[in-house]
């Protein structure tokens, strides 16, 4: 698939075979405390999307600008869609569907930009990717390094949560603590790069981020048999997943396969809700400090806010901001009532749904078709049930303890 590059801010289009990251001229005029400006968006030939119409069925990778080599090696898409039946019944809600991306190979959602990254790096015949990150991202790529023999770098401020950085550590990659921010270990991956070639996996600074997240969308329209839920709930924190999953939405709507692209909600902590504040204030300025407990979601000045300011109007979306103690609630509900474990930043999108399906049934009806992406497994952060779930003492290895157990 042909491809060219556009500004997010500027609009500028870039025409070129090189790997390149930001717009020269955007990314420098960075104010302090505001988002950051010059990401790229990743514009697809308009006459190579036209000829998918006439596919009986497309995939993601129909719409990827690479070749995706041996993609059995790092198996990512085909994630179930589940229909959480008390769930919804309680809710009133008869269209539900969730969809599990926590069963991604590394157990999150970042697969999908990693699969396209490793594909990145393939193509220009580059075998090592640098990247900071403290959780999911890192992880994602580290699993995508070990499938393909890839080299991966990655740079982690040293207080990063030791067991995100494990699932890195046995993949196989470079694990660099720096002895600073998150956003000293981004600089310095960057000048990693720089000096010893690679590829840059950055979030949102590199544009295939954003457009490898957009398989989901395309999985979604086939999954649902070729056309697309009216409302999609997204948890959000540096918005590279929402851009990624309006884009899927945005290239089947270019390529004449669906009519409308859905309203996507944008999800958030009450606690790290920058975007959010952003598209209700008309701003981009950072918050003063993010402090969820869901960690993948914690993030003061958004490294995509602007262009996840600008897809949530694309999409006439909206914005629904939940507590924490919401968040944990909707993690042990979706487990104990849906069999659907997920972590804290994921569980956001469901607490979000829940908040706000009054609304929801008021303006589409109770038959509206929802989606909600559920990005994590839970399995990533076992500490968050301290003090809320405790396992049962032993009994005595006796019938009669059983009997005194179990009668009232
Ligand atoms: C599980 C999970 N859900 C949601 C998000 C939010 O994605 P984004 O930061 O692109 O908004 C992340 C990001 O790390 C994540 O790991």
Redesign the pocket.
């Known amino acids: 698939m042909r491809y060219s590059y556009e500004c997010n801010d500027c609009k500028r289009v870039f025409e070129t075979d090189e790997v390149i990251y930001q717009c020269p001229h955007c990314s420098k005029e960075q104010e302090a405390n505001t988002f950051p400006k010059g990401n790229l968006i990743v514009k697809l030939n308009k006459d190579d999307l036209a000829k998918l119409k006439e596919k009986e069925h497309v995939n993601m990778y129909d719409f990827f600008p690479f070749e995706v080599p041996d993609k059995d090696v790092y198996p990512v898409g085909g994630t179930p869609l589940a229909k959480p039946k008390r769930l919804a019944k309680e809710l009133g809600l008869n269209n539900l569907t969730c969809k599990l991306d926590s069963a991604l190979p590394s157990g ?3 697969d999908r930009a990693s699969q396209l990254i490793a594909a990145q790096a393939i193509h220009y015949n580059m075998d090592k990717i640098a990247l900071a990150s403290t ?3 890192g992880a994602a790529m580290s699993c995508a390094g070990a499938a393909y023999g890839l080299e991966i770098v990655l740079f982690v401020p040293e207080t990063a949560p030791v067991n995100k950085l494990m699932q890195s550590v046995l993949y196989g990659a470079t694990v660099v603590p720096v002895k600073g921010t998150y956003d000293d270990a981004f600089a310095l991956s960057i000048a990693y790069t720089n000096e010893f070639g690679g590829i840059n996996r950055n ?1 949102a600074y590199n544009p295939m981020t954003i457009e490898g997240k957009k398989s989901v969308s395309i999985e979604l329209f086939e999954q649902m048999g070729r056309k697309v839920p009216e409302v999609v709930y997204v ?8 851009a990624g999953v309006y884009k899927g939405f945005y290239d089947l709507y270019e390529a004449g396969l669906i009519e409308k692209i859905p309203h996507l909600v944008c999800s958030q902590s009450t606690k790290s809700n920058a975007i959010s504040q952003a598209f209700k204030n008309n701003n981009y300025n950072a918050i003063e400090k993010a402090s969820t407990r869901a960690d ?2 914690s ?1 003061s000045s ?1 490294a ?1 806010g602007r262009m ?1 300011v600008n897809y949530i109007k694309a999409s006439k979306g909206w914005c629904v901001e939940v507590e924490d103690e919401a968040i944990i609630d909707a993690q042990l509900e979706l487990t104990s009532k849906a069999g659907i474990f997920v ?1 804290p ?2 569980a956001c999108a469901w607490a979000a749904l829940k908040q706000d399906s009054e609304h929801l049934k008021k303006e589409f009806g109770s038959d509206v078709d929802v989606c909600v992406l559920l ?2 497994t839970g399995f ?1 952060d076992m500490a968050v049930f301290e003090n809320r779930v405790s396992i049962p003492q032993a009994i005595e290895n006796s019938k009669e303890a059983v009997i005194k157990r179990f009668s009232k």
Request: hydrophobic share 35%; aromatic share 8%.
């Open positions: 999150s959602f970042k959780g999911n991202a979030t948890p959000v924190g540096d918005g590279c997943i929402f993948s979601i993030v958004p995509n996840a972590e930043a994921a990005t994590g990533k």
